[in-house]
């Protein structure tokens, strides 16, 4: 096989492929408009491509295309070479489309609708690889639009693979002729030819310059058709440029042929249709932007207040948290002097109730020590439940009734600019609103006390660690072996060896003051530490909760619609740029034009 037909069977590949993600995307579900306008647009040109593919095999479908009087019938003459389409120059003599196929083809396969046309069969060459038809003029108004001339041309021109755009000297400016094939021309390949040479002054620089801007226009045709028939009836074969048009018909359109032209056709049908339904959701896009950012900025708000409220209930509670922060740290370090100083400061309360206990002298008093215990147990583990039940606490509060409504009344507003259904808000009552604020601020809160924990852990493993620790456990290490050799000097050394007297209790009670000072000065500066820290961490982890919360809102249908909308037209935005890329790797055919698309 040769590298030309794999390349060309690679293509067909892609285009299969390019035609199953469109079917796909026409048949997703959609609550915007404009996706749905896309979406049966694109069903009824995907319908067009099915018709193009079962007939990738069948001869092309040549038809005439211009304005009354330009000559179509008398092409189609001398393109055959002899008098087979009624003519005339003033007046329309085509009012019954004529199709002329050659005996061999089947007219079923062509899928036009043979009902209206007039078939005539001649065993021509031309008419081997292709079937003309001979059309009625857009520009005249013989009966009414849908049954008229220009009804019947609109039927026949979506079938057709190539017009054979014909114009003159008098008509190649004419608007309705333009806007009509502006209307049809999509899909199809285009030979610009201009009639009455005889007759006419060449146009054809003027015309170019009067298509350039819509249609790629690489060769005009400047033919005389009445000699052409003449010649042709008289055995020669056509001189001039009708020749080389009747040439270009002939050998051009081969087998291999038709399948790139209607290859091509496909494509640029396809992509026409995705630039006119980008512009068509490019529109509405800017709206539904508006709609995300009301979204986001309602879910914002609700957030910030969320945070400020947390932020306030926590650092309320902080001594709940310093204690199990400290309590936390003090299991990690173990035994070391300055843990010991932490413990005994931590359980300063159960160490002066203990203390209390071998005073007592009485069962009058040993129970009033036993109820001032009991109620300092309970209270603390009041307050315990009272800093935890308090994040819950929160959420009771809701947003205004007035913020709920006219945050629902504004997305009204921008779904009804954007086309989305306005039913995707639903008919809430306000106590549907605050219950779905509460559910929203639950949700916010959960989270809240789930970090909480893993704040406290984590902080508790940073304070433990030993640049926190050194500097009190060296300082209490060094004065504690100050003191003990003092001791251990003036008990071992001064009073058996120098007769020196023994340290006064003086000494110790000194010692002990300046112990408890330091122990106080180090309590101090660690919880004060631990409290800046515990601060900034809280802080932090509001911020965290407003700047990661990705939750539902107010509406969450309404968010699930706007980001599938978007989805969609980002899906449709890659078909567009597929397309266009296989519109572009198709080889360009010399002599046949075809109709501007802009590019994406």
């Given at each position: 096989m040769r590298p030309s037909e794999l390349r060309q069977f690679e293509l067909l590949a892609t285009m299969d492929s390019l035609r199953q993600k469109v079917a796909e995307w026409i048949e997703q579900p959609t609550d915007w408009e404009p996706v749905h306008r896309s979406q049966l647009l694109l069903r009824r040109v995907i319908d067009r491509v099915e018709t193009l593919r079962v007939r990738m095999e069948a001869p092309l479908i040549v038809a005439t295309f211009g304005g009354t009087g330009t000559?179509?019938?008398?092409?189609?003459?001398?393109l055959l070479g002899e008098e087979i389409s009624r003519t005339g120059r003033q007046r329309p003599t085509t009012t019954r489309p004529l199709l002329i196929i050659h005996p061999r083809t089947d007219p079923q396969q062509l899928g036009l609708p043979l009902e209206d046309l007039q078939i005539v069969q001649r065993d021509l060459d031309l008419l081997r690889d292709l079937v003309l038809i001979d059309c009625?003029?857009?520009?005249?108004?013989?009966?009414?639009?849908?049954?008229?001339?220009?009804?019947q041309l609109r039927n026949l021109l979506p079938h057709c693979d190539v017009l054979l755009y014909v114009s003159t000297q008098q008509k190649y400016r004419s608007a309705r002729v333009s806007e009509e094939l502006q209307r049809t021309a999509a899909g199809c390949r285009i030979l610009f030819i201009q009639t009455h040479a005889d007759l006419d002054t060449d146009i054809r620089d003027d015309w170019r310059k009067t298509l350039a801007t819509d249609?790629?226009?690489?060769?005009?045709?400047?033919?005389?058709?009445?000699?052409?028939?003449?010649?042709?009836?008289?055995?020669?074969?056509?001189t001039g440029e009708l020749g080389q048009l009747l040439d270009l018909l002939t050998n051009k359109f081969g087998v291999s042929e038709?399948?790139?032209?209607?290859?091509?056709n496909v494509l640029e049908l396809l992509h026409a249709s995705f630039i006119h339904c980008r512009e068509l959701l490019d529109s509405k896009l800017p709206a539904l932007h508006q709609i995300n950012t009301a979204l986001a900025q309602q879910q914002s708000e609700m957030n910030c207040k969320m945070a400020t409220q947390l932020q306030q209930e926590l650092l309320g509670n902080r001594r709940l948290w310093e204690r199990r922060l400290l309590s936390g740290v003090i299991d990690r370090w173990g035994f070391s002097p300055f843990s010991c100083v932490l413990r005994a400061y931590h359980g300063l309360g159960s160490l002066v109730a203990s203390s209390m206990l071998f005073r007592t002298r009485s069962a009058a008093q040993l129970a009033i020590l036993g109820t001032v215990q009991g109620a300092r147990w309970l209270e603390g583990r009041r307050e315990e439940q009272a800093a935890e039940s308090s994040l819950r606490k929160l959420g009771q509060a809701g947003l205004d009734d007035t913020v709920l409504r006219e945050s629902e009344i504004i997305l009204r507003g921008h779904l009804s600019t954007a086309e989305l259904r306005l039913d995707l808000l639903g008919r809430q009552s306000l106590s549907d609103l605050r219950h779905q604020a509460v559910e929203v601020e639950t949700d916010f809160l959960g989270d809240a006390s789930r970090r909480i924990d893993a704040v406290i852990q984590e902080q508790s493993h940073r304070n433990a660690r030993w640049r926190h620790r050194l500097l009190p456990e060296t300082i209490l290490i060094l004065y504690l072996g100050f003191v003990l050799y003092r001791v251990g000097k003036n008990f071992f050394y001064d009073s058996f060896l120098s007769d020196a007297p023994l340290l006064s209790t003086d000494f110790y009670l000194a010692a002990s003051l300046f112990l408890a000072l330091i122990c106080a000065g180090l309590i101090a500066r660690f919880t004060v530490l631990i409290r800046s820290g515990l601060a900034t961490r809280i802080r932090t982890l509001t911020e965290q909760l407003v700047d990661s919360r990705s939750g539902q809102g107010l509406f969450p249908p309404l968010q699930e619609a706007v980001l599938h909308s978007q989805r969609q037209a980002t899906e449709l935005h890659s078909l567009s740029l597929e397309t266009e890329r296989l519109r572009n790797e198709l080889a360009d055919f010399t002599l046949l034009g075809g109709r501007k698309v802009r590019a994406t």
């Amino acid at each position: 096989m040769r590298p030309s037909e794999l390349r060309q069977f690679e293509l067909l590949a892609t285009m299969d492929s390019l035609r199953q993600k469109v079917a796909e995307w026409i048949e997703q579900p959609t609550d915007w408009e404009p996706v749905h306008r896309s979406q049966l647009l694109l069903r009824r040109v995907i319908d067009r491509v099915e018709t193009l593919r079962v007939r990738m095999e069948a001869p092309l479908i040549v038809a005439t295309f211009g304005g009354t009087g330009t000559g179509k019938s008398t092409l189609v003459n001398a393109l055959l070479g002899e008098e087979i389409s009624r003519t005339g120059r003033q007046r329309p003599t085509t009012t019954r489309p004529l199709l002329i196929i050659h005996p061999r083809t089947d007219p079923q396969q062509l899928g036009l609708p043979l009902e209206d046309l007039q078939i005539v069969q001649r065993d021509l060459d031309l008419l081997r690889d292709l079937v003309l038809i001979d059309c009625p003029d857009p520009d005249t108004s013989a009966g009414d639009e849908s049954t008229g001339n220009l009804g019947q041309l609109r039927n026949l021109l979506p079938h057709c693979d190539v017009l054979l755009y014909v114009s003159t000297q008098q008509k190649y400016r004419s608007a309705r002729v333009s806007e009509e094939l502006q209307r049809t021309a999509a899909g199809c390949r285009i030979l610009f030819i201009q009639t009455h040479a005889d007759l006419d002054t060449d146009i054809r620089d003027d015309w170019r310059k009067t298509l350039a801007t819509d249609y790629k226009v690489p060769e005009v045709f400047f033919v005389d058709s009445l000699k052409a028939i003449q010649e042709q009836q008289a055995g020669l074969h056509p001189t001039g440029e009708l020749g080389q048009l009747l040439d270009l018909l002939t050998n051009k359109f081969g087998v291999s042929e038709r399948v790139r032209v209607r290859r091509a056709n496909v494509l640029e049908l396809l992509h026409a249709s995705f630039i006119h339904c980008r512009e068509l959701l490019d529109s509405k896009l800017p709206a539904l932007h508006q709609i995300n950012t009301a979204l986001a900025q309602q879910q914002s708000e609700m957030n910030c207040k969320m945070a400020t409220q947390l932020q306030q209930e926590l650092l309320g509670n902080r001594r709940l948290w310093e204690r199990r922060l400290l309590s936390g740290v003090i299991d990690r370090w173990g035994f070391s002097p300055f843990s010991c100083v932490l413990r005994a400061y931590h359980g300063l309360g159960s160490l002066v109730a203990s203390s209390m206990l071998f005073r007592t002298r009485s069962a009058a008093q040993l129970a009033i020590l036993g109820t001032v215990q009991g109620a300092r147990w309970l209270e603390g583990r009041r307050e315990e439940q009272a800093a935890e039940s308090s994040l819950r606490k929160l959420g009771q509060a809701g947003l205004d009734d007035t913020v709920l409504r006219e945050s629902e009344i504004i997305l009204r507003g921008h779904l009804s600019t954007a086309e989305l259904r306005l039913d995707l808000l639903g008919r809430q009552s306000l106590s549907d609103l605050r219950h779905q604020a509460v559910e929203v601020e639950t949700d916010f809160l959960g989270d809240a006390s789930r970090r909480i924990d893993a704040v406290i852990q984590e902080q508790s493993h940073r304070n433990a660690r030993w640049r926190h620790r050194l500097l009190p456990e060296t300082i209490l290490i060094l004065y504690l072996g100050f003191v003990l050799y003092r001791v251990g000097k003036n008990f071992f050394y001064d009073s058996f060896l120098s007769d020196a007297p023994l340290l006064s209790t003086d000494f110790y009670l000194a010692a002990s003051l300046f112990l408890a000072l330091i122990c106080a000065g180090l309590i101090a500066r660690f919880t004060v530490l631990i409290r800046s820290g515990l601060a900034t961490r809280i802080r932090t982890l509001t911020e965290q909760l407003v700047d990661s919360r990705s939750g539902q809102g107010l509406f969450p249908p309404l968010q699930e619609a706007v980001l599938h909308s978007q989805r969609q037209a980002t899906e449709l935005h890659s078909l567009s740029l597929e397309t266009e890329r296989l519109r572009n790797e198709l080889a360009d055919f010399t002599l046949l034009g075809g109709r501007k698309v802009r590019a994406t």
